[in-house]
């Protein structure tokens, strides 16, 4: 928000400091990716969300009904896939973060095994997505290796 002093200058003209100059201006991001970026950042809060009550879940630990065994199996049952669902969670927020970077360092977009760029309709429907589906098909019959 520009001020105008008495004199007619304004607080930018004038060498005030405003939040944008103080703080920065956040990272640079490619205008092509700024949507991916945001979308990204609001799956990555969601997910630390949901991490962590699914920790909770996973870590209490329920009392156990001997008059009802089939009770107690019921509960393990429960913390059994909280963690499982945990771990995976774990592993797409590291490919969220991945990605993330990608969109800071300018690869977002680029297969990391091809080099080729990863279509729109993929990246849309998957916006972590490292590799085409034709290299990812790839990497998961064992043909190839990922780039390091």
Do not use: F
């Not at 004038?14 to 205008?31: C, L, M, W, Y």
């Not at 699914?54 to 630990?61: E, F, I, N, P, R």
């Amino acid at each position: 928000m520009k001020t105008e002093s008495k004199s007619g200058a304004s607080d930018r003209q004038r060498g005030a400091a405003d939040t944008e100059s103080i703080v920065g201006a956040g990272p640079k991001i490619n205008s092509r990716w700024k949507s991916h970026y945001r979308n990204l950042i609001k799956i990555r809060a969601r997910l630390l969300s949901d991490s962590q009550d699914l920790l909770g879940d996973s870590l209490t630990v329920r009392p156990m009904n001997h008059l009802h065994p089939a009770d107690d199996s019921i509960g393990e049952s429960g913390r059994e896939l909280a963690a499982q669902t945990l771990s995976s969670e774990q592993d797409e927020l590291l490919e969220i973060e991945q990605a993330l970077h990608r969109i800071l360092d300018g690869t977002y977009g680029i297969c990391q095994l091809t080099g080729k760029p990863i279509p729109a309709d993929r990246l849309a429907a998957l916006p972590w997505a490292a590799y085409t589906a034709e290299a990812q098909a790839e990497l998961e019959k064992g043909r190839r290796r990922p780039a390091r």
